[in-house]
């Protein structure tokens, strides 16, 4: 994938109870509309989830998440047989069932592989690009584990392990996400945000996911529902700053943030 042009990534979420009421799409219907409208829209990339990762989300097991993830695979390539998509998943069977048997171009990890001993070993297996985030702990626990004595310089060392090792087992098609939200206070969040740039030192694609999130939110006062300025806000400082995909609700608006990113950044001499 060129990204001299950064990237949109639309959210399908097959939850029932992610973050963002109007993310959520578990009918036929609903999931068909939602997979034409991004494409419509521009999406380049679509993330589909079927466990939702918000704080002290809900356990799902694993047999229910492949369901969740059969049926809404089933019916987004059905309507988008091009589309390429990526898998927001910690577990490695899903990750292998994803790409083996519906075509998933991409591995979308929340845990770093620390959920599933095994995800680098069938990463490296299946030969997939992987979406590589810093979180600590779990969707239930993340927001307990909040405590750094140096916030960038542990997640760069983090980054720089965990990339390591997946050199080791063959896997260098990674692009790395500082995981706002996770693990992160809002203030934590936009120290991360502010040193966006020191993640071009692993000379690696940058995937952000800002959209609508609490770190949003709880700056303007308002709930999800009405974020969408702000995450256009925190989007273009995204770009200035280096990203190169940005994972959003609200494909058209984010489509749009890069096409005005493009006219603004100076033109290569």
């Not at 702990?137 to 983090?158: A, K, V």
């Amino acid at each position: 994938m060129d990204f001299s042009s950064p990237k949109v990534m639309g959210i399908l979420n097959i939850t029932p109870d992610s973050f963002f009421q109007a993310s959520r799409k578990q009918t036929e219907k609903e999931i068909a509309e939602r997979v034409q409208q991004m494409v419509s829209e521009g999406a380049d990339l679509i993330d589909v989830g079927g466990y939702s990762s918000r704080p002290s989300a809900t356990f799902v097991s694993e047999q229910e998440e492949i369901e969740r993830l059969r049926y809404g695979l089933g019916i987004l390539f059905r309507e988008a047989p091009g589309a390429i998509v990526s898998v927001d998943t910690f577990r490695s069977e899903v990750a292998k069932i994803c790409v083996e048997e519906y075509g998933a171009a991409i591995i979308n990890d929340i845990s770093g592989g620390e959920l599933d001993t095994q995800m680098f070993d069938t990463v490296a297996k299946l030969q997939v690009p992987y979406i590589l985030m810093h979180m600590r702990g779990t969707p239930q626990t993340m927001m307990e584990n909040t405590q750094y004595d140096n916030l960038m310089q542990e997640i760069l060392l983090y980054f720089s392990k965990k990339i390591n090792e997946l050199h080791q087992k063959g896997v260098n098609d990674i692009w790395i996400d500082p995981g706002f939200g996770f693990s992160k206070t809002t203030d934590q969040n936009y120290e991360v945000l502010q040193n966006l740039e020191q993640f071009g030192i692993f000379e690696l694609p940058v995937f952000v996911g800002l959209s609508r999130k609490t770190m949003i939110r709880e700056v303007i006062q308002t709930p999800a529902e009405d974020a969408l300025t702000g995450t256009i806000a925190l989007n273009m400082f995204a770009l200035t700053q280096g990203a190169n995909i940005l994972r959003v609700h609200d494909v058209k608006e984010a489509v749009q943030t890069v096409r005005i990113y493009h006219k603004l950044k100076p033109s290569e001499p």
